[in-house]
C-alpha cells in the first residue's frame, strides 16, 4: 500500500527531536486489522517516552514512534478476523506499543470497538485512555461503593477528569486537586469539592475511601489521607524519582493497610465497548483541551509538559468524519 507520514524520534531529547517522516503503511497479518487513524491522544507516557525516562524498556534501537491511542475507520481486515468490517468507525489502543500518530496503524481487533457514534474522531481519543483507566482504576481495582468518599489528583488532566466523570456515575462523594484556574472545570464535570493543589494542605483535606493518583509525586504522603480499609490506585509513578517511587507501591503492597494499587492500563474490545456506550448515553463526555496538526506535534507535547492541562491535547492526523449522529 504505499508509503505514510508518521510521528517519528531518532533519539532522546526534548519536543524538538520530533518529527513527522514516512513509513511503509504496515502489512496485517491474517489475524489482524488495518485502521486508517484520524486522531491519536497526547498522553503523559509519550513524554516519558520521548525524553528516555524509560529507555530501559523502550530500549535504544530508532527511530521510534509516538501514541497509543487512536481513532479512525477500518480500511483492511485479514482472513482470519470476523465481526469487523471495511469503513467501521473505531477506537482503539496499541497496547504495550507505541505508533498510533500514523496514517494507518495494524492492531488485533482485540484491541479496537466501535467507536461512539455521537463524537467526532478528536472527541473519541479524547475520551479512550481516560474512560478505560478510570474504569479499571476506581470500578475493578479500588471497588468504589456509593457514599465513599473518592480524592482524584489532578482532576483536570487526560485521566483526571474523566475519573471525576466515573466517580460521580459510581456514586461517591468526588473531591478533585487541581490547579486554580480549573476549579470550576472539574467541578462543573462532577467534583463536589475542588481544591488548589498549589496552596491547599493535604492535612485540610480529611480522610478519603479511596484515591486516584494521576501525578506521581509524594505517593507516601498521600497516602496518609486514607481512611480505615482506604485503597488508594496509581496510574504514575514520580519519573524524577522512578526507584523511589515504585519502592513504595510495593513496600505498600507487602506491608501496608492502606495499600498503593498501581496498574497500567491494556484494556481490550469489551472495556472499550463499555467506554463507548457510556459516552454515546452521556454519562462520560469528551474534553479536549486542543487539537494540533499533525505537523505540531512537538507543540501538542510541550504543552502537556507545561501543565495546566484542561482534559486532553489531541493530534489530527487526518481529516476525520462527522459523527453519525449528526449526519443529515
Do not use: C
Not at 475511601?209 to 498521600?222: N, P
Request: no cysteine; glycine share 14%.
Amino acid at each position: 500500500m504505499g508509503e505514510m507520514k508518521a510521528v517519528l524520534f531518532d533519539r532522546y531529547g526534548p519536543p524538538e527531536v520530533l518529527y513527522v517522516g514516512r513509513r511503509p503503511v504496515p502489512a496485517i497479518g491474517p489475524d489482524e486489522v488495518l485502521v486508517r487513524v484520524r486522531a491519536a491522544g497526547v498522553n503523559g507516557g509519550d513524554l516519558h517516552d520521548r525524553t528516555g525516562k524509560v529507555r530501559l524498556v523502550t530500549g535504544r534501537a530508532f527511530p521510534k514512534g509516538a501514541g497509543i491511542d487512536f481513532a479512525g475507520e477500518v480500511a483492511e481486515v485479514g482472513a482470519a478476523v470476523t465481526g469487523v468490517r471495511v469503513g467501521e468507525r473505531v477506537w482503539g489502543l496499541l497496547g504495550r506499543r507505541t505508533g498510533s500518530m500514523a496514517e494507518y496503524v495494524a492492531v488485533s481487533p482485540r484491541r479496537i470497538a466501535t467507536a461512539p457514534g455521537n463524537l467526532t474522531p478528536e472527541e473519541a481519543v479524547s475520551l479512550l485512555a481516560g474512560a478505560t483507566t478510570a474504569l479499571t482504576a476506581l470500578r475493578d481495582k479500588a471497588a468504589l461503593q456509593p457514599g465513599e468518599r473518592l480524592l482524584v489528583r489532578g482532576g483536570s488532566g487526560g485521566v483526571g477528569s474523566v475519573a471525576v466523570q466515573v466517580g460521580r456515575l459510581l456514586g461517591a462523594h468526588v473531591v478533585a486537586l487541581a490547579g486554580g484556574k480549573n476549579l470550576g472545570f472539574v467541578r462543573e464535570l462532577g467534583a463536589e469539592d475542588a481544591w488548589d493543589h498549589r496552596k491547599t494542605p493535604l492535612s485540610a483535606l480529611g480522610r478519603f475511601d479511596v484515591v486516584l493518583d494521576t501525578v506521581g509525586t509524594e505517593q507516601a504522603r498521600v497516602r496518609r489521607l486514607l481512611a480505615p480499609g482506604g485503597r488508594m490506585v496509581a496510574v504514575t509513578v514520580d519519573f524524577a524519582r522512578p526507584l523511589a517511587g515504585i519502592a513504595a507501591v510495593l513496600g505498600s503492597t507487602v506491608h501496608g493497610k492502606g495499600r498503593i494499587r498501581f496498574f497500567s492500563g491494556n484494556p481490550d474490545s469489551a472495556l472499550l465497548a463499555e467506554a463507548a456506550r457510556l459516552a454515546e448515553r452521556g454519562d462520560l463526555v469528551p474534553v479536549v483541551d486542543t487539537v494540533h496538526p499533525l505537523d505540531r506535534v512537538a507543540d501538542a507535547q510541550r504543552a502537556l509538559e507545561a501543565g495546566g492541562v484542561r482534559g486532553k491535547h489531541v493530534v489530527r492526523v487526518a481529516a476525520g468524519q462527522t459523527p453519525a449522529a449528526a449526519t443529515p
